[in-house]
């Protein structure tokens, strides 16, 4: 048995999963804002689980991540600082963990489902924020992406803006007035694509990578944008700059991160 955990800004989603991958259990709460509560409710949650014999576990959390000591340095949502997230969860779970970032994690997962078509999978998730990932053979690339949306700077109405303030999805509720759920008129999805767009033709220019794959909130509609992303690419690429053989909806919009925890504990602790 394997456990997953995403904590989220809103919300926290946890997960026990079989050794074959299949979720079998799970709970969701909202994310506390204090970290000594957030344990509290963790703690409690997993007490209720049937599930407690885990071999491993991985951790998918938003914000800047020490891999090295297992800690969540910061966070822009929640006032989380220098935070031992690695070894405290490891106490309440009983069984050692792996922690990365929340967007690496869901890039993880949805590179292994690809794994037999293409070998460099460029992940983005387009939620509150946008976080970016680089899979490489089933890898993650802790190298790349970091800052995620927030260090790519673009020009954007005639001034040097982040990414992040004028694609993410709170960007989007801002601009329009509305959630993506409840955006139907194709003209706000066509703007929309063109700022997505501009970000993307940067990191494909970086990275070369041979899919791309669009998650989070955001990308769970992603079929009411598609044909103006994908043509808003074709139209802006640079003869010199190999474009991706297909950009994709994450399968696993709402589990990915979950599912890239079981995938990453799997290969870190030996399980595989």
């Known amino acids: 048995m394997y456990l997953g955990i995403d904590v989220g800004g809103t919300k926290t989603l946890v ?14 709460f909202p994310t ?9 409710k963790l703690e409690a949650v997993l007490a209720g689980f049937k599930n407690k014999d885990f071999k491993a576990g991985g951790i998918g959390s938003a914000g800047m991540i020490d891999r090295k000591n297992g800690r969540l340095i910061n966070w822009t949502n929640i006032p989380w600082k220098d ?5 405290d969860l490891e106490k309440l779970a009983g069984c050692p963990m792996v922690l990365e970032n929340d967007a690496k994690m869901g890039g993880l997962s949805e590179a292994m489902l690809l794994k037999d078509q293409f070998s460099r999978v460029l992940y983005i998730a387009i939620g509150t924020g946008i976080g970016i990932a680089l899979i490489v053979d089933c890898k993650i690339d802790s190298n790349f992406g970091d800052g995620g949306g927030r260090a790519l700077m673009l ?10 303030e004028f694609a993410s999805g709170r960007a989007l509720v801002e601009r329009f007035g509305k959630e993506a759920a409840d955006i139907t008129d194709e003209a706000v999805w066509q703007s929309y694509s063109r700022d997505l767009s501009q970000g993307l033709l940067q990191l494909i ?3 070369e990578p041979d899919c791309i794959v669009i998650g989070g909130s955001v990308g769970r509609y992603f ?6 992303l994908k043509t808003g690419l074709e139209k802006h690429s640079l003869p010199l700059v190999t474009m991706p053989n297909a950009v994709l909806p994450a ?14 504990a799997k290969q870190v602790y030996g399980h595989a």
Do not use: N
């Not at 204090?34 to 344990?39: A, L, N, P, T």
């Not at 020009?155 to 992040?164: A, C, N, P, V, Y």
């Open 251 to 264: 399968k696993r919009p709402e589990e990915a991160v979950i599912f890239g925890c079981y995938d990453l």
């Open 15 to 28: 997960a026990a999963l079989s050794d074959q991958g299949k979720i079998v259990e799970q709970a969701k």
């Open 205 to 207: 220019a970086m990275v």
């Open 32 to 40: 506390p804002i204090e970290y000594d509560g957030f344990k509290l």
């Open 223 to 228: 079929g009411r944008f598609s044909h103006f």
């Open 155 to 164: 020009e954007h109405q005639g001034k040097l803006t982040s990414w992040e």
């Open 83 to 87: 935070i031992p997230l690695q070894a």
